[in-house]
């Protein structure tokens, strides 16, 4: 298994570039299959989830040419409508096919998806059947799979009784083939769901309100291909930023769009991480001095839960007594044991809340990241620590931030890599 060594305790500097957006290049992929023509997708991001997302496609049937961060996707060819449970129940987005499948086949068959620790239960799909079957689908289950059916899809009225990213998603883009009016209520509006709704109006779709809590869209028959640029990961901007504020380092963070982090960069303003925003960069400055300062995580545009982690060890250096309220996931504050181990003072009050008390000193430990967004918050512990850090487990680590050691050496950091990058 790989993993880290991280020396820790040095200034980083320098420049660092955001890649694509993880998160909206998982809903691109599954997309594709809504139209017969190409498409041609830029700014692709490197990691794991979307080589998952890649091997479904084409276990599909799909012909993919990838090109470094470039990637056509022709779905012509695609005759079958069973998600295969080998690469299905790898990742949780692999839930994103389902309505693209059944849009266009009238028909889907897929396992639950898998791979997620962070949500209580193995993380329910309640939202989405409910969703499709609002759209007119049938939802039967067939040994271990689900079996969906539907000749022609219906526009409905459907209010989500939680918000949820992906859903919003699912149920947005399936309408789209389907036939009359949807109109979606009390949907996500995150910066990922608009650009995904802009994409396919491009392409002949007729979807309003995207990024805002109601969604319409109007059935049409055909969606044509064409081009998307993957917008940059603004989980991957704010990690970069709470690194280069917790490492009280000058960092210049490029190819970014600030203002979709503008929650966490109000609170910089509250606790005294100087930084400047332009369009497309954020230029993070040395910050003498943090105070703490409790958050709440919160659907977009409040404080979003995958910045919670690194936000929890940035109050770790802060002076004062800070109040972490994890709202979105059951299992999200439970990585916290590892920043205990470290020497960080922090209280557990109840599964979503903890009490951090800073600035503690932090000092190098083993360790083993358990999530994605814990395993960036450890890594920026590792960085602040003093002595070694050991951070196994690192697939939970790239399969959503590309090359990440590498990067970090372009800034001074002292990480090496243990193992190979499965690429
Ligand atoms: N939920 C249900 N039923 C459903 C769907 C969701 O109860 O059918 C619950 C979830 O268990 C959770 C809450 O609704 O408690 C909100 O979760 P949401 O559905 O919004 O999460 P998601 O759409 O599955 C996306 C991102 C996550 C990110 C969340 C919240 C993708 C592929 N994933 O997940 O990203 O944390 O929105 O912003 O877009 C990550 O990148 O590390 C990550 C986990």
Do not use: W
Request: net charge positive; charged share 25%.
């Amino acid at each position: 298994m790989s993993k880290f060594i991280i020396e820790g305790g040095r200034k980083l500097s320098g420049s660092i570039r955001v890649k694509g957006a993880k998160n909206a290049a998982l809903k691109i992929i599954p997309a594709a299959i809504l139209s017969k023509e190409k498409i041609s997708i830029s700014n692709l991001p490197k990691i794991e989830d979307i080589d998952k997302a890649l091997h479904l496609l084409n276990d599909l049937g799909a012909t993919i040419n990838q090109r470094g961060d470039r990637l056509e996707i022709s779905t012509a060819n695609i005759a079958k409508f069973e998600l295969n449970p080998e690469f299905a129940n790898k990742f949780r987005a692999s839930i994103m096919f389902v309505g693209p499948v059944l849009a266009r086949f009238g028909e889907v068959k897929f396992p639950h998806p898998g791979g997620c620790v962070i949500g209580a239960g193995g993380r329910p799909i309640d939202l989405f059947l409910e969703g499709f079957k609002c759209l007119g689908a049938e939802i039967g289950v067939d040994g271990n799979y689900y079996h969906l059916k539907a000749k022609k899809l219906k526009g409905c009225n459907y209010f989500f009784p939680l918000i949820s990213v992906t859903a919003t998603e699912a149920l947005m883009m399936t309408a789209v083939l389907a036939q009359g009016t949807t109109t979606l209520k009390n949907c996500a509006m995150e910066p990922e769901i608009k650009a995904l709704a802009d994409y396919l109006n491009e392409q002949g779709a007729k979807i309003k309100g995207a990024g805002t809590p109601t969604i319409t869209i109007e059935g049409v028959e055909k969606i044509s291909g064409g081009g998307f640029k993957i917008i940059p990961d603004r989980i991957e901007t704010g990690s970069f930023a709470i690194m280069a504020a917790a490492t009280k380092s000058n960092i210049t963070i490029t190819d970014c769009e600030p203002e979709h982090v503008q929650a966490l960069l109000s609170i910089f303003n509250k606790i005294g991480v100087p930084f400047e925003a332009g369009r497309d960069f954020l230029k993070i400055k040395e910050a003498k001095k943090i105070s703490s300062y409790s958050i709440k995580t919160h659907e977009y545009p409040g404080f979003p839960t995958d910045l919670q982690p690194p936000y929890t060890v940035l109050m770790t250096q802060a002076t004062g007594s800070s109040l972490i309220h994890e709202t979105i996931y059951d299992r999200r504050l439970l990585y916290v044991d590892n920043l205990l181990q470290m020497g960080a003072d922090i209280t557990m009050c109840d599964p979503h809340r903890v009490v951090v008390n800073g600035p503690a000193k932090l000092y190098g430990k083993k360790l083993t990241s358990p999530d994605l967004r814990a395993g960036i918050g450890i890594l920026i512990a590792a960085l602040i620590a003093s002595g070694q850090t050991e951070i196994d487990n690192i697939y939970q680590i790239d399969r959503g931030y590309e090359d990440i050691d590498g990067r970090l050496r372009s800034l001074g950091a002292d990480i090496k890599r243990i193992g190979t990058l499965n690429l």
